[in-house]
């Protein structure tokens, strides 16, 4: 059964950068497209970015466009979220989950309901 846990989140000024790592075991993280997923306080979960398979074909929302980059390592089984120019309205708890690549080729943010194995979040701030 693949198990996912996000680390990399804190605290950060506006305009700065951080680097999410989701990282898979108990399965190889290559056969699974991974979605990067965040919630604020009383909002919904919303998709941020996924990436297929193989790594080939990413997708990201609206919001994080030019900001966001997303790639993975299958090598290393983790999967990454760097994010720049960080905004006050980023500040969420940040999940990585597996999907499949049909997600992706779509070409828009990641869909929560076809997403799984969640990870347990990690808390990004970004507040001067």
């Known amino acids: 059964q693949l198990q996912l846990v996000e680390s990399g989140g804190g605290l950060v000024q506006p305009g700065g950068s951080l680097r999410l790592s989701c990282a898979g075991s108990?399965?190889?993280?290559?056969?699974?497209?991974i979605g990067w997923f965040r919630q604020a306080p009383g909002k919904e979960r919303e998709g941020v970015s996924c990436i297929s398979s193989s790594g080939g074909t990413t997708a990201y929302a609206d919001s994080v466009k030019g900001r966001f980059t997303i790639s993975r390592d299958n090598a290393k089984n983790t999967v990454y979220l760097q994010m720049s120019s960080l905004k006050p309205e980023d500040t969420a708890v940040y999940y990585c989950a597996a999907g499949g690549d049909y997600t992706v080729h779509r070409g828009s943010g990641p869909r929560v309901d076809e997403y799984n194995r969640w990870g347990q979040g990690t808390q990004v701030t970004v507040s001067s």
């Open positions: 108990g399965s190889p993280l290559e056969y699974y497209a």
